[in-house]
C-alpha cells in the first residue's frame, strides 16, 4: 500500500467516503450487493423486530446512509414510510431513479450522518452494510449514536450492520484482484490500529488508473454494546448474517445489532 505521507493525501484519506461514493464505479465495484442480498436482510429485519407496516398506519423508518437504496427500496416495497438519506448525490439520484421506476414514494435527504436532527420521528432507523465507523475519531462515531437516539420514538428500534473484527482478523485477505467490465481492479487491505483500509486501484481497458480508498474503524462486540447503552440503548439482540443466525464471537462475518429505545 502507498504511504500517505502529505497533508493533502491525509485529508483524502480523512474525507475518502466524499470521494468515493459519489463516484459512479462504486456501483460497478459492488455489484454483487444486489436486491436479492437486500430482500433476505430487510425479511430478516423485519421477522426480528416483529414490526408489521399496516396501510392505516405506516411506520416511519430512516435509511441513515441508503447509498442507492437497496434496503430503503425493499421497506417502501414492504409498506413502510421511508426516508432515504446518504450524504452522496449521485447514489441519492441512482435511488431516486429506481423508487420513480417503481413508483414508490420515499423521501430523500442529503445530510451528513451526524447531523441527523429528527427528534423521535422514526419507529425504526437503520445502518446497514458496514456504514459506521467512518470517522476519524470514536466521538464522532458517538455523535452518531446521539443523533440515531433522539430520532427515534420510544420503543423505536436502532439495526446496525457491522463488520465482526473478530473474523475480519482471522480471514483478512491482504491483496485480491478481479476483472469487472473490462476494468482490472486490484484491492490491497491492512489492518491496524482497530481499522480495516483498503487502497482500490482500478485500470481500465484505455486510460489512467484510478485511486480510491476505504478506511473503517472497528468495534468488539463489547465495544459497540457500551457505545449504545452509555446513550441509553437496550441491545436486544446480535444476529451473524442477513439470515439471522444468532451471533458467535470467531465464526460469524457479521456484527448485526439490534438496540431498542426505552
Known amino acids: 500500500m502507498p504511504s500517505?505521507?502529505?497533508?493533502?493525501?491525509?485529508e483524502n484519506q480523512t474525507q475518502w467516503f466524499k470521494e468515493w461514493f459519489n463516484h459512479p464505479l462504486y456501483l460497478a465495484l459492488y455489484s454483487h450487493r444486489n436486491r436479492e442480498e437486500a430482500t433476505a436482510c430487510v425479511r430478516m429485519i423485519l421477522q426480528e423486530t416483529g414490526i408489521e407496516?399496516?396501510?392505516?398506519?405506516?411506520?416511519a423508518l430512516l435509511d441513515i446512509a441508503c447509498g442507492a437504496g437497496r434496503h430503503a427500496l425493499e421497506f417502501a416495497r414492504q409498506g413502510w414510510n421511508v426516508t432515504a438519506n446518504d450524504l452522496s448525490p449521485f447514489l441519492l439520484e441512482e435511488a431516486r431513479k429506481e423508487a420513480a421506476q417503481e413508483s414508490l414514494e420515499l423521501r430523500f435527504t442529503g445530510k451528513d450522518m451526524r447531523d441527523i436532527s429528527e427528534t423521535a420521528s422514526y419507529r425504526m432507523v437503520v445502518q446497514l452494510f458496514t456504514s459506521f465507523g467512518y470517522f476519524d475519531s470514536i466521538d464522532e462515531d458517538r455523535k452518531v449514536v446521539s443523533a440515531v437516539f433522539r430520532a427515534l420514538q420510544p420503543d423505536g428500534w436502532y439495526v446496525l450492520d457491522l463488520i465482526n473484527p473478530s473474523y475480519l482478523k482471522q480471514?483478512?485477505?491482504e491483496r485480491s484482484s478481479r476483472t469487472i467490465g473490462g476494468m482490472h481492479v486490484t484491492e490491497n487491505r491492512v489492518l491496524e490500529q482497530s481499522r480495516i483500509t483498503k487502497q482500490i486501484t482500478i485500470t481500465p481497458e484505455t486510460g489512467n488508473a484510478l485511486r480510491f480508498a476505504?478506511?473503517?474503524r472497528l468495534y468488539s462486540s463489547g465495544e459497540i454494546r457500551e457505545m449504545l447503552e452509555d446513550e441509553g440503548?437496550?441491545?436486544?439482540?446480535?444476529?451473524g448474517d442477513y439470515s439471522g443466525t444468532p451471533f458467535t464471537e470467531g465464526e460469524s462475518q457479521r456484527m448485526i445489532l439490534f438496540s431498542k429505545k426505552h
Do not use: G, M, N
Not at 53 to 59: G, R
Open 171 to 173: 480471514h483478512l485477505v
Open 53 to 59: 407496516a399496516t396501510l392505516s398506519s405506516p411506520p
Open 214 to 216: 476505504e478506511s473503517v
Open 233 to 239: 440503548f437496550i441491545l436486544d439482540r446480535i444476529a
Open 4 to 10: 500517505l505521507s502529505s497533508s493533502a493525501d491525509k
